[in-house]
């Protein structure tokens, strides 16, 4: 276990958060798969107990602080999927990219400021090293179950 | 060649699948690139002889069973695409994620049912070792060409 | 420095072609990152001086040579990223995969037409070897800041 990594689980209790336990698939695939020390993580939603804690668009059904809510909460749910995936983060080298992608009413176009909630909280739980990220922004009109986000993740790793 | 990948031939055979010949690009990009012992399958569609088998989006135009249908045309391509590139299955090493875009009608969120269709196949295809997968599900307005479906396939190489 | 990489700048050179300043991230992520030799970039825009050089979707406000155009200052800033992040061309061992989406009139379905040019570009600035890229086109209903194009890549690196 490195510096880096152990100080993963110190940042999450020192910023309060406590993972939940990670969704799921809803289908016939895997959340995680790490091949070749390069990891993927299937598409997360704000998912809490099962549930959406926000349906719809973001612009109409929602406001933007809820579609900021829902995004770190898709975020969560990542982070949750890599540690259970690796148990733990030692095997953890860092995120790779992040797509995000908002549900969006049209004439809605400040998806970055939504996705940013994700990316920040990200950026605290991992700190600078392990925590920075390429991303890239989606508008669409819907998301499978009405979701306002949905969060894929890559990440590598040292083994 | 491993007993991994030497059943893979044996699973189709024995699923009655025949590949089809991999349709060629649209345009000024390649149908599979490896670097690295990564690959990126471009963009596949519902293509069986230079045509789309279904048209139009799920939940309107298609009902769920024609929109499975189009999943599993669109994989058996992606597979023939790898297959094609890699001459044979011998420097396999195993999906990494799909991520699947299902043209829908407004109010059709039952995107996870659909692309589970490929997600069984690819599953069948390659055995649950070299199978497993991380997916994205995407609902979307409209695809190139009309299509229903649209599936994006990354794999490890072994060399 | 190998002859394909020193080439990629003489290339540059006999196209009479200038990158631009690549553009800052607009949130909190970076616009390069790379691990494990595996690189991506941020989603790029047709943005020149930090402003789009066309607004709106292809088919309705723009039309298909306008969208083509779109598609090649998003892939200028794409490799004027790569040069930032990489500090030159020396470590660049080649692109993977290119994700292109264009914001589309309903009943636009030429995508691949628009993004041709972005592939095409691609090709000429770094030569077949280096150049070949997968591809994925996407029509959308409308990217952030109504931009007309959005493109994201990824690459290889050799160490």
Chains 1, 2, 3 share one sequence.
Do not use: K, W
Not at 19 to 44: M, N
Not at 78 to 105: C, K, P, T
């Amino acid at each position: 276990m490195t510096f880096l990594t152990r100080s993963i689980d110190t940042r999450l209790r020192s910023l309060g958060l406590t993972l939940p336990t990670p969704p799921d698939a809803v289908g016939a695939y895997a959340p995680v798969v790490v091949r070749e020390r390069l990891g993927f993580v299937s598409g997360q939603f704000p998912l809490r107990d099962g549930r959406l804690i926000h349906v719809g668009r973001v612009g109409s059904e929602l406001g933007e602080e809820e579609g900021r809510e829902a995004a770190r909460m898709a975020a969560l749910n990542a982070v949750a999927q890599i540690r259970r995936h690796l148990a733990g983060f030692e095997g953890f080298a860092g995120l790779l990219r992040m797509d995000g992608y908002v549900a969006s009413a049209p004439g809605f176009h400040a998806q970055p400021g939504i996705l940013d909630a994700a990316s920040e909280l990200l950026s605290d739980m991992f700190g600078p090293t392990l925590g920075v990220h390429a991303r890239t922004a989606f508008s669409v009109d819907q998301l499978p179950m009405d979701a306002p986000v949905e969060l894929c993740l890559s990440f590598a790793t040292s083994e």
